[in-house]
């Protein structure tokens, strides 16, 4: 029986939710128990988010522990590196290629760090992907998310079928045509 | 087969309250108990309401017990605090439908200003108390609150923690139960509390919970798991899952009451393991409860009592094992900021400019405490910003005051900003208050309030009107300003701060996160013109960045074209145009 330890992070207002909640519709589909836990209030005001997806058979706590990750999808460079402690030694690391600089760094306090997939390289597999660009190039900006989420699906496992059919009953009905535009652009990338 | 969907804690407890056949719900939002409310407002079948404060709210549902259905209150933990007056009494006075209020605890502290266990309230205010581990867990734990509730004639407390809040699991959804309403008596010595009456009560409420403690050993919701007995572990809530997966091979006794404890069954258990475990975050109140009774247990000696455990934590605390890890990199913090386009970064740029501080108060204004805005200087509670800035004049005289103002946004105002504006008008005080009214509820996720116009159900409504409510209780000077007008607000609060009589600056515009707003533009700077003087940063906007050559950018998908960042170039660098 399939069982994944998953942690998304990102910047506040990236959309980390809606893709935490259809990986676990997923894998609840598939018969899975299905686990995760959300940030919410104070913190999603452009902070730093970290929300997690486990399934398996059976599961306990919410959270993934330090050293227990089997992926980490970021939305943000540097949230990677923020995070990776957390992933395990054989584990996966999908990173969004977008830079947000965190206010400490807009006022000069502290230095954005460079060479970030490199540092990230050294430890652990990384997968790039520029949803940002993918998502422009389908002509909408705003659906880089669910770029991200159709390159981590192909990752993660599940029939494409499966997707589609949970992103087409979670996103808003008016959407749907360019959120699987969005999925399946990331997914063949 | 049931229908098995993945729900966030607090949208089981909402339909736990839905399934219990619950009539009455009344809240104040407040992280992390708000969905809760926003889940119920859906069922037709619940009148749900936001009230003003935790203490209405509590006292809605104690009016709607009485009067015979079931009711229900919700509320964060610092919520409790308000609310603790009607809280006790409810206490002495019982219930007639029966009534739950959730309360929601923040260890770790989420989004809160303290981390107080609200287990201490009830067992001081004599109240059972359930907690539930999951979402599963939540939404029968309601339905079992109800139940007891009835049973034992008394409210009771279904606590909740940040993480159980808001985390999702797999929960099977059941049918609504239509319960019949009771029958509204009078009776004087039930629920008229003078001391005549209450002397009685609390007889009963003795009474009521020497039964409680005597029949909770048997309730099904204290369970033992009985694995290898050299390790046994009490726990409750979330902490046992934590406890699950740290120490799979253990003897657990799950608390699902954790007030009154289950004594007899407790006993029996200890009797059985080599060694006894208290695991619960925040205060010892099992601990020390377990150890009154003679009874040998490991707690706070090796667990702390601040923030969310962990699996990692008690594996090692317990058996003395590390789980193997990277190093955590050296990486600058991302703390949360004002959004891009909000209108309390306008305000906070004036105050800044004119080196004014600010008295503040609960709400995502009080981010305006940290860099680079930094005019904040304390923040205590709910409505607390006027209040304090009262006791600064008094403490040491007008002139003190001369630089400083008090924040306090519109939800927050009417929640108890409010009374400390009357005390400000009775006691003859000379202050500047600044009401940031952005039209909504905005950190806990936008909710109605009443002055929005809308009730939580969406239908239309009075809009309570602050200039007027602010005259009719006698500010001398009231005026209203829209925020983003910088040069009439740096005009109005130095005239403000200069006069000799209380002020009310009624900021306006609405948060840039409110549905319905259509941001048409966005700012833009020529850098031919820009001297990377670094003003525009100054005004801490994540939609204003420098890059490594130095170059000052916009992101345009960030920008909603507030343009106070034009007020703030020197070089008239910055331009707004059309998306």
Known sequence: MKSLNIMIVGVGGQGTLLTSRIIGKTALNAGLDVKMSEVHGMAQRGGSVVTFVRFSEKVYEPVVEVGDVDVLISFERLEALRYSHYVKKDGLIIVNDCRIDPMTVVIGASEYPKNIICELEKEHNVKVVDGLSIAKEIGFPKVLNTVVLGFSAKQIGFELNDWLNVLENTVPQKTIELNKKAFMAGYNK | ?579
């Open chain 2, 1 to 579: 087969m049931k229908e098995k969907i993945i729900m966030l804690g607090n949208e089981a407890i909402a339909r736990g309250i839905y399934e219990a056949g619950v009539k009455v719900s009344s809240a104040y939002p407040g992280t992390p108990s708000t969905e809760i409310s926003e889940k119920l407002a859906k069922f037709n079948e619940v009148y749900t309401e936001w009230a003003p404060n935790e203490k209405v709210a509590l006292e809605v549902a104690i009016g709607a017990s009485i009067a015979g259905v079931r009711s229900f209150a919700c509320m964060k933990h610092v919520g409790l605090n308000v609310a603790s007056d009607p809280l006790y009494t409810f206490a002495y006075t019982g219930v007639n439908g029966g009534s739950v209020i959730v309360v929601a605890d923040d260890p770790g502290l989420a989004s809160s200003q303290n981390e107080q266990d609200t287990r201490m309230i009830a067992r001081s205010a004599h109240i059972p108390v359930l907690e539930p581990s999951d979402s599963m867990e939540a939404k029968e734990f309601v339905k079992i609150g109800y139940e007891l509730s009835e049973k034992y004639d008394t409210p009771v407390i279904l606590r909740t923690t940040t993480k159980l809040a808001h985390s999702q699991g797999v929960v099977e959804l059941c049918d609504r139960v239509e319960v019949e309403d009771k029958t509204y008596a009078r009776d004087v010595k039930k629920y008229v509390m003078m001391p005549a009456s209450a002397i009685g009560r609390h007889l009963v409420v003795e009474d009521r919970e020497k039964r409680l403690k005597a029949d909770c050993s048997n309730f099904e919701i204290n369970k033992v798991e009985m694995l290898d007995t050299k390790i046994g572990i009490i726990t409750s809530g979330i902490p046992y899952q934590y406890v699950k997966e740290a120490c799979p091979n253990a003897s657990v006794l799950k608390l699902g009451m954790v007030n009154p404890l289950p004594e007899s069954l407790i006993k029996d258990f200890a009797s059985k393991v080599d060694v006894l475990y208290v695991v619960e975050e925040l205060e010892p109140v099992i601990e020390e409860q377990v150890k009154s009774w003679g009874i040998k247990a490991i707690g706070k000696e090796i667990f702390t009592l601040q923030g969310e455990y962990n699996a990692n934590m008690i594996r090692k605390a317990i058996l003395g094992v590390e789980n193997v890890s990277f190093d955590a990199k050296q990486t600058p913090v991302r703390p949360p900021i004002l959004c891009p386009g909000c209108p309390h970064r306008s305000v906070f740029s004036v105050l800044k400019k004119l080196k004014v501080h600010a008295s503040g108060d609960i709400g995502c204004y009080t981010l305006g405490a940290v860099a680079p805005l930094g005019v904040i200087d304390t923040t205590v509670c709910m409505g607390a910003s006027i209040s304090m800035l009262h006791g600064m004049e008094k403490a040491c005289g007008k002139e003190f005051i001369k630089d400083k103002v008090a924040v306090i946004g519109d939800s927050t105002f009417l929640h108890t900003g409010v009374n400390s504006l009357i005390n400000m008008v009775y006691n003859k005080s000379t202050a500047t208050v600044i009401i940031l009214d952005n039209r909504t509820t905005g950190m806990t996720g936008h909710q109605e309030h009443a002055a929005t116009g809308k009730t939580l159900k969406g239908e239309e409504t009075y809009a309570i009107d602050l200039k007027v409510l602010c005259q009719s209780i006698g500010v001398p000077n009231v005026v209203e300003v829209n925020s983003f007008d910088v040069k009439t607000l740096e005009k109005t609060v130095k005239e403000c701060l200069a006069g000799h009589v209380l002020s009310v600056i009624i900021a306006k515009a609405p948060c840039a996160l409110l549905k319905g707003l259509k941001f048409n533009k966005f700012c833009k700077i020529d850098t031919e013109k820009c001297k990377k003087c670094g003003m525009c940063l100054s005004i801490g906007c994540p939609a204003i960045t420098k890059k490594d050559d130095g170059t000052v950018v916009i992101d345009d998908t960030m920008c909603n074209g507030c343009g106070l960042c034009l007020n703030y170039c020197k070089f008239s660098a910055i331009e707004k145009v059309g998306r």
